[in-house]
Structure formats: C-alpha cells, structure tokens
C-alpha cells in the first residue's frame, strides 16, 4: 500500500508539473538588420484583401478593417482574430490600425495554413487609459469604444455564421494589449485566448480569468509599460494553468514584437485553443 501510494504521489505531481503555469526567459536580441527587415516583410505586404467597413452605435463610431479565410466555405468552421492596435495608430483613416500583428494573417504562409476570419479596429482615442493603483502599479481601464466592440463582433458572427464560435481570440501589442485583456475581463467567456505583449495589466475580474488561455509577453527592459505589470499579473493568476509568461531579457518596449513577424508561432498556438 505505501508503495501505492507513493506512485499515485509521483504520478499526481507529474500531471500538476505538466499542466502547471509556463514562466520561461528568452535570450533573444533583435540587431538594427533583423528589426528593419522584419517590418520590411510586413509592411511589403498588399491589405486590400483587408476589406474596410464601419460600425455604427448612437454616438460611437468605429472603422475597422475585416480579413476573410483565403479559401473561404460556408461548410467549413474558422476562427476570429480581433487584433488591437497601439496608441501611435489612433484615428480615423481606417488605415493606420493595420500594424505588424494584424498583418501577420496575409503572410502568404500564414493565409494559407492558418486560415480565420480578423477583425482590425481602430479607435480615435485612447482604447485603454492608464492609472497607478494602491499598489503603486499601472493599471489599464477600457474606453466606452471598447464595450461597443462586442456588438461588433457580433455583428460580424451574424454577417458570416461559419465563425467558429469557440475559437475567438485576442491580440495586442502596448496601448493594444491592455485593450485586449480589458476585454477579456469584460466579457471572458466570450474568448477562447488572449495573446498580450507589453501590455499595461487589468485586474478587474481575476476570478473569471483562473481557466483562460492567456500568453503574456514582455520585454524586461521595457521602461515605457512597465515588465513589473505583467508580473504582478502572472502573480495574481496563479491559479491559472492555461497562463504563459514569456519574458525576452534583452529587449525593450520598442523592440518586443520583431522576433514574432516572420513565424508562425503567435498563430500556432492560438489555433490550438478552445473554449
């Protein structure tokens, strides 16, 4: 019987090992070469597939810009990918919101295997403010736009039902990110993940968050929104065994998307997660 037991321990612990919370330190550097050609890559890119539309609610209008899947079948389900532009993209244009994470999905690679319906709005204010808590930490609030977005989106479920409504996903990068986890705190079960890179945190609705799918990234040298946020909220969700954080050492908060541009690794692990 203690032997027993003490196989059934070691098989427990193994199993909490495994679906245990990812913290994980990556040594990457991003030289003046790969950073112009990275962004090179994407910006070379057509985004007339991108095709721009309008939502519309009593005082809040919202542009955004909406990717079809390249093989597009109503007999066929596909994901929705909301993506969230930073501050230095706020207007009107319905142009300027297209940044890197949003023009990842028309890399000819990508558009071809990972195949999904993304939403790209853009705000003509600020999307989330900031504020020091009681903590002496920053902390992101939603702007009004950002509650319109879940008519948006569905909106958009309505106009094309092959929306694969367990497969909804969030991603952000600065002003972006913490636009992203506001609106997972806002409506969490609406959203199958959440990626968030050098965001500014929202602790407003932890509880709801311990089952969801979250990747944090953040650059420890980031000295524009602070690392220490996403670490207070790596901290705060440790119940969470779907939460990765990734921290890249050496980068900071102007450099932290570059190594994500060329490769399939944010779509990746997105398309493997549910509800």
Not at 107 to 128: G, L, T, W
Not at 194 to 205: G, L
Request: charged letters at 25%; aromatic letters at 12%; hydrophobic letters at 35%.
């Amino acid at each position: 019987m203690y032997k027993r037991n003490l196989v059934l321990l070691f098989f427990a612990f193994i199993a909490n090992f495994a679906f245990a919370q990812k913290k994980e330190f990556r040594e990457t550097t991003v030289d003046s070469a790969t950073f112009v050609n990275n962004r090179k890559i994407l910006n070379s890119l057509n985004t007339d597939s991108f095709v721009k539309k309008t939502f519309n609610k009593e005082n809040i209008q919202i542009p955004y810009r909406l990717l079809t899947p390249k093989n597009n079948s109503n007999n066929q389900k596909y994901p929705l990918i909301i993506t969230f532009h930073n501050s230095s993209r706020i207007g009107n244009d319905n142009e300027n919101q297209l940044e890197p994470f949003a023009k990842i999905w028309l890399r000819p690679e990508i558009y071809n295997k990972y195949q999904c319906y993304v939403i790209a709005p853009q705000f003509s204010e600020r999307s989330s403010v900031y504020e020091k808590n009681s903590d002496g930490i920053q902390v992101s609030k939603p702007s009004k736009d950002v509650f319109a977005l879940l008519e948006l989106i569905e909106n958009v479920e309505k106009e094309y039902p092959n929306i694969d409504k367990n497969r909804i996903y969030l991603v952000g990068y600065s002003m972006g990110a913490s636009t992203a986890q506001n609106l997972l705190n806002i409506a969490p079960d609406k959203f199958a993940a959440t990626v968030s890179v050098a965001a500014v945190p929202d602790f407003s609705n932890l509880k709801k968050l311990n089952k969801k799918n979250i990747w944090l990234i953040h650059g420890q040298k980031d000295d524009e929104n602070p690392y220490i946020g996403s670490v207070e909220l790596f901290d705060k969700l440790s119940s969470n065994k779907h939460l990765i954080f990734t921290t890249l050492k050496n980068l900071n908060h102007g450099n932290i998307v570059i190594p994500f541009l060329v490769t399939e690794e944010i779509p990746k692990w997105l398309f493997e997660k549910r509800k």
